[in-house]
């Protein structure tokens, strides 16, 4: 079997020359229709001169063409145009463009029309010109001989039967490849001016990346309340479950206490994990779960089923505090707690919020099982996110070794609303 030579690059080449000029020679029949409206001042000025006249069409036609890129619809049509046939990575437009970004798509219109019209007429007039010598030669072809003349744009040749093919063939190549040269050139410039004519502006791309910047700390924002939240109630129901396994032929009773914890912390979970899923899959989620401070002794509790002895000291008008800070207050004794539980050993764990005019303290004090306390991958990216809360909200912590103790502490402003 003889396979065909294949040159690599050179149908990718070929491919984008064609649909970078089929791009641009699009522009010649959607622009013709507003012909239609240029004339009217021209057909209305009688005993102009022509070249004025010609002059006027051609100002009258540039600027319906310019109003016509002013449009969101077409520069949305162009940009998906282009990302397509151009293959020039062209994002979505973010808005209507304002201020001088307005004029670019008007000017991309005018260019664009121009340059259609300068890649058809060469482009067709290349074409025509390699054609008609080789179908005069394939018309000669059996043919009695005879002699003619033939008008081959301004040139007079005589043909006759014997005329030379490989001529043909060569005029016919030559015009051909000139052809896809001033192809090629449109499609290269349209792609050069792309990115800077309907590609994103400088603002516009400054507005993408504060979007984006947004969207990852929200969807951060949300990692972490799932972090806090669900790894807190796993490390609870764990250690629930176990508890209520050893008691439940020894103390029914205090198992089915146990397993009542893990059904109201799984509830709780339910509850987070409903409403970061609902935001994450752009849906509307509803309210998100706002607890506070108000919550630390259900918190409290719930942790006391699992065996655990928790000291708890509250003090001060903690209840009183601004919303935002006593939700914060109670993720970071949260993760306090959840890593308390890891690594505490079944210690006792003490629990310290104090909540005065200008400050909120909070202290988590445990025995840790092991010398270091928390290590782990998740242990890290928990104390991580505790010190970036504590970091927005322009407070202090400490957490490590305090004497034989594990204590994480706390220490946050209180800013009062008027």
Not at 10 to 19: D, I, K
Request: charged share 15%.
């Amino acid at each position: 079997m003889v396979r065909g030579i294949r040159i690599p690059g050179v149908g990718a080449l070929l491919h984008g020359t064609c649909t970078g000029a089929l791009f641009a020679m699009v522009a010649v029949p959607a622009g013709i229709p507003l012909m239609i409206p240029a004339l009217v001042p021209v057909l209305a000025w009688h005993h102009g001169p022509d070249a004025v006249k010609a002059l006027v069409l051609l100002v009258s036609w540039a600027v319906l063409l310019g109003v016509l890129g002013l449009a969101d619809t077409t520069r949305r049509v162009l940009i998906g145009a282009g990302r397509r046939l151009l293959g020039v990575p062209l994002p979505p437009p973010a808005g209507r463009p304002r201020g001088a970004n307005r004029w670019r798509t008007p000017l991309w219109v005018l260019l664009h029309t121009a340059l259609g019209w300068a890649t058809a007429l060469p482009a067709g007039m290349l074409l025509l010109a390699g054609l008609v010598p080789v179908g005069v030669w394939l018309d000669l072809l059996g043919k009695p001989v005879s002699s003619e003349r033939l008008v081959w744009f301004g040139l007079v040749v005589r043909v006759h039967q014997g005329w030379p093919g490989a001529w043909v063939w060569a005029v016919a190549a030559g015009c051909v490849s000139l052809a896809l040269v001033v192809c090629a050139v449109s499609a290269a410039v349209l792609r050069l001016l792309a990115p800077r004519l309907l590609g994103p502006s400088a603002a516009e791309r400054l507005a993408a990346a504060e979007q984006r910047e947004l969207l990852l700390a929200g969807r951060n924002r949300l990692a972490q309340e799932l972090h806090d939240s669900i790894g807190h109630t796993l490390t609870a129901a764990t250690i629930q479950a176990a508890v209520a396994g050893e008691l439940m032929s020894a103390d029914p009773a205090a198992a089915r206490a146990a397993m009542l914890g893990i059904e109201q912390s799984a509830r709780t979970a339910l509850d987070d994990l409903d409403y970061v899923l609902g935001v994450l899959r752009a849906e509307a989620a509803g309210t998100a779960p706002a607890r506070g401070l108000a919550d630390l002794p259900a918190l409290l509790d719930r942790l006391r089923h699992t065996g655990v002895v928790v000291e708890s000291e509250l003090s001060g008008e903690w209840a009183q505090l601004p919303s935002t800070l006593s939700r914060e207050a109670y993720r970071i004794l949260q993760e306090g707690l959840t890593n308390a539980l890891r690594h505490g050993g079944g210690g006792p764990i003490a629990v310290r919020v104090a909540a005065g005019r200008a400050e909120l303290e909070l202290t988590v004090v445990n025995s840790p099982s092991g010398t270091r306390g928390p290590s782990g991958r998740r242990e890290r990216r928990g104390l991580i996110g505790l010190r970036e809360r504590v970091r927005l909200l322009q407070g202090e912590v400490t957490a490590g070794p305090h004497g034989s103790q594990w204590r994480l502490a706390v220490r946050l402003p209180v800013r009062w609303s008027a």
